[in-house]
């Protein structure tokens, strides 16, 4: 069984930083392109970050310059640094893989201004 389990959100002032984990079990991220998606109040999921088990990675326009998506492979476990939080970054994000479609259970993120 595939569980995808997020941890690390919470509330942060404009400007600060937070770094968001995926810990996986009964899947190995390192052989799969792992996704991080959020979803603000009122607006569709969107992707945000992903990397590919090739280490290739791929940013929203919104987030260059900005998040950095990496993976321990060793503990299983995909991140998502976020660093120069915008109060536009407040949502909840989620860890999706396209193999087998699975999603984690979300964790928020809340940047005040």
């Known amino acids: 069984q595939v569980q995808l389990v997020e941890s690390g959100g919470g509330l942060v002032q404009a400007g600060g930083s937070l770094r968001l984990s995926c810990a996986a079990s009964g899947i190995i991220v390192s052989s799969n392109r792992m996704v991080w998606y959020r979803q603000a109040p009122g607006k569709l999921r969107e992707s945000v970050a992903s990397?590919?088990?090739?280490?290739?990675?791929n940013y929203a326009d919104s987030v260059k310059g900005r998040f950095t998506i990496s993976r321990d492979n060793a503990k299983n476990t995909v991140y998502l640094q976020m660093n120069s939080l915008k109060p536009e970054d407040t949502a909840v994000y989620y860890c999706?893989?396209?193999?087998?479609?699975?999603w984690g259970q979300g964790t928020q993120v809340t940047v005040s201004s």
């Open positions: 990397i590919t088990s090739s280490s290739n990675t």
């Open positions: 999706f893989t396209p193999w087998g479609n699975y």
